[in-house]
C-alpha cells in the first residue's frame, strides 16, 4: 500500500487510511478536478491583486463578545457562561488555543511542542478545559516521549508533575465523553477477526505459520511490514519480533471501545482517550497502545496495535 506524510504529525500513513494512527487527525483527499480548480481559482485572485481590482474592506466597527482566552478577570458570573456556551458551541477553539498556549510556557523548549489527542471538555470539577498530550524536547534536546496534560489557560496541570491532579481532572473530563458510547460490559460480543495476541512477540516464520504466507513485503522504519490476508492484516517486526499490528476491514465493526473484541482484546477499563476520530488506550495492560480508527459510516476502519515500541 502507498504512504503519505500526515500534515499533522508528519507520519508515514497508508493512502487507505481515513485517520493517522499517531495523532488521530483525519486525512482528507483531494480530487485531480478538485487540485485544478484550486489553481484556476488561485490564478484568478493573483490577477485580481495584480490589477488593484480587490475590494478593500474596512475594519468592522460591530461590538464584538469577549472571549475566555482574551477577556481578562472581573466578569459577572452571567458573562462568563455567555462566553463558556460560545466556546463550546465552536467546539471549545478557544480554549484549545489558550490551553496549547499556556502548556507551551511551561516547558523547557516551547518551540518545539508536539500536540496530540487535544480535546475540549467541561466538568463540574474542573470547569471549561483542554486536555490532550504533549512532547517536547528536554534538557539534552530528546524527546522523552507524550504526556497527558489539563489546562484552562490560566491553570496547567503536566502528568511529569509529582501530582496525581492531572489524572483525576483528566478522568473527570473524559468520562463525559466515554458515557455516551454503549456499555462495553453489558453490550454484545464482538467476533475474533484476529487474536492479536497469538501474533504479538512472534518472529515472522511463527507468523506465517498462523496467518499463512504474506502477500507483501516492504521496510517501514527500516524494519521488515509484512502483510497478510489480502492487506487485511499488516505486521511490522521490530528486532525481528512482531511489535506494531495493523488489522483493517472491519466495516461490520461498530465503533465504540467493545470494537477491540475483534482482535482478541476486551474493553474491562475505559479508554484513556477517546473522540470521534480515535478510541485509545496508552497504555492497555502490558502493550504500549492500542487505537480504534473510524470509517465515514460510524463503523472501524482499523485497528492499530503498537505493543512495546514507540
Same mark, same amino acid.
Given at each position: 500500500?502507498?504512504? @503519505? ?20 487527525? =483525519?486525512?482528507? %483527499? ?18 485580481? +491583486? ?29 458573562? %462568563? ?55 517536547? =524536547? ?32 483528566? %478522568?473527570?473530563? +473524559? ?8 456499555? $462495553? ?6 467476533? @475474533? ?15 506465517? =505459520? +498462523? ?17 497478510? %490476508?489480502?492487506?487485511?492484516?499488516? $505486521? $511490522? ?40 476520530? $480515535? ?23 482499523? +485497528? ?7
Amino acid at each position: 500500500m502507498a504512504l @503519505v506524510k500526515c500534515k499533522e504529525c508528519g507520519s508515514e500513513i497508508s493512502t487507505k487510511a481515513h485517520a493517522c494512527p499517531r495523532c488521530g487527525a =483525519k486525512i482528507v %483527499r483531494t480530487s485531480g478536478c478538485a487540485k485544478l480548480l484550486a489553481v484556476i481559482f488561485g490564478f484568478f485572485v493573483l490577477l485580481l +491583486i495584480i490589477g488593484g481590482t480587490l475590494p478593500h474592506s474596512s475594519p468592522s466597527t460591530s461590538p464584538t463578545t469577549p472571549t475566555a482566552a482574551t477577556t481578562p478577570g472581573g466578569l459577572s458570573p452571567a458573562d %462568563r457562561e455567555t462566553i463558556r456556551i460560545e466556546d463550546e458551541q465552536r467546539g471549545g477553539a478557544e480554549t484549545i488555543v489558550a490551553a496549547e498556549e499556556a502548556v507551551r510556557r511551561r516547558l523547557k523548549d516551547p518551540d518545539s511542542a508536539q500536540f496530540r489527542d487535544v480535546q475540549y471538555g467541561d466538568s463540574k470539577k474542573t470547569g471549561p478545559a483542554a486536555y490532550g498530550f504533549v512532547n517536547s =524536547k528536554n534538557a539534552f534536546g530528546g524527546y522523552p516521549g507524550f504526556q497527558r496534560f489539563v489546562s484552562n489557560g490560566s491553570t496547567t496541570l503536566l502528568e511529569e508533575e509529582p501530582s496525581d491532579n492531572v489524572t483525576e481532572a483528566w %478522568r473527570n473530563l +473524559i468520562a463525559r465523553e466515554i458515557t455516551v458510547w454503549p456499555s $462495553v460490559l453489558d453490550g454484545p460480543a464482538v467476533p @475474533v477477526v484476529i487474536d492479536v495476541k497469538t501474533l504479538i512477540g512472534k518472529s515472522e516464520t511463527e507468523v506465517e =505459520k +498462523i496467518l499463512g504466507a504474506p502477500s507483501s513485503r516492504r521496510m517501514e522504519r527500516n524494519e521488515p511490514e509484512l502483510s497478510y %490476508r489480502n492487506e487485511k492484516v499488516a $505486521v $511490522v517486526f521490530i528486532n525481528g519480533k512482531a511489535d506494531w499490528i495493523t488489522v483493517s476491514e472491519l466495516s461490520n465493526v461498530p465503533f465504540t471501545p467493545a470494537a477491540i473484541g475483534a482482535i482478541g482484546l476486551a474493553a474491562k477499563t475505559p479508554p484513556s482517550f477517546g473522540n470521534s476520530n $480515535v478510541i485509545r488506550w496508552e497504555p492497555y495492560n502490558r502493550y504500549r497502545d492500542v487505537s480504534i480508527f473510524p470509517s465515514n459510516d460510524g463503523k472501524v476502519d482499523y +485497528i492499530y496495535v503498537r505493543a512495546f515500541t514507540k
